[in-house]
């Protein structure tokens, strides 16, 4: 891509071109090589979903990356360790980053949670130390339909599942067929609606 840059581009001062921005992947920016690329090309903000700190809650979220999933966990913090090195990739290319993180999921606990904010929190003050990131959003999780986490909210065999897989604790099957025939059926899970399927404390 770099060799067939269009002539109009090449012809513009550095000062004069477009602040081209994206979408990408914390795999992809830990790649020296990749992201070199993307700001030879004048990329100079990409949007990375980093989603979750703890292990558990990314694979949780189906967000580990690579292979043949033979140990998950693992998986999950490569993951969590490759949007650490994205940070450091970006900030050695002068690559913004807007990070991106997701609050809840199935089985979600207080622990849980507590850990998740700590290192999110410890992504988040080394992206700004860095002064890498451009900006942080955080929302809390809003299942859609054809999502899998709708699928959770809404189909409680799945969700049980699901939760028996991660070795991780949600309501009762009454408790769950109730909230599935709250939300089935329903276009849009508004986020400001706790829709937790986790056993209160």
């Known amino acids: 891509m770099n060799a067939t840059q269009p002539a109009?581009?090449?012809?513009?001062?550095?000062?004069?071109?477009?602040?081209?921005?994206?979408?990408?992947?914390?795999?992809?920016?830990?790649?020296?090589?990749r992201t070199a690329l993307l700001t030879r090309l004048g990329v100079r903000q990409?949007?990375?979903?980093?989603?979750?700190?703890?292990?558990l809650s990314l694979a949780a979220m189906n967000k580990?990356?690579?292979?043949?999933?033979?140990?998950?966990?693992?998986?999950?913090?490569?993951?969590y360790e490759k949007n650490a090195t994205a940070i450091t990739?970006?900030?050695?290319?002068?690559?913004?980053?807007r990070a991106g993180?997701?609050?809840?999921?199935i089985g979600m606990t207080q622990a849980l949670l507590e850990e998740n904010l700590?290192?999110?929190?410890?992504?988040?003050?080394?992206?700004?130390?860095?002064?890498?990131?451009?900006?942080?959003?955080?929302?809390?999780?809003?299942p859609q339909p054809g999502a899998r986490d709708y699928t959770y909210l809404t189909d409680p065999a799945a969700a049980q599942a699901a939760a028996s897989r991660l070795g991780l604790s949600i309501a009762d099957a009454p408790v769950l067929t109730t909230i599935a025939q709250r939300w089935r059926g329903?276009?849009?899970?508004?986020?400001?609606?706790?829709?937790?399927?986790?056993?209160?404390?």
Request: aromatic fraction near 4%; charge should be neutral; proline fraction near 8%.
């Open 8 to 33: 109009w581009w090449t012809a513009l001062p550095d000062t004069d071109r477009p602040v081209l921005v994206g979408y990408g992947r914390a795999d992809g920016i830990a790649d020296p090589r």
């Open 46 to 55: 990409i949007m990375i979903g980093m989603d979750a700190g703890a292990p």
């Open 64 to 79: 580990p990356v690579g292979g043949r999933r033979r140990d998950i966990l693992a998986e999950a913090e490569r993951l």
């Open 89 to 97: 990739v970006a900030r050695d290319h002068g690559l913004l980053i």
């Open 101 to 105: 993180f997701v609050v809840g999921h």
């Open 118 to 142: 700590q290192r999110i929190l410890a992504l988040i003050s080394e992206g700004g130390t860095r002064g890498v990131f451009s900006a942080v959003d955080v929302e809390v999780l809003s």
């Open 186 to 201: 329903q276009a849009v899970i508004p986020r400001r609606t706790p829709c937790a399927t986790t056993p209160p404390r």
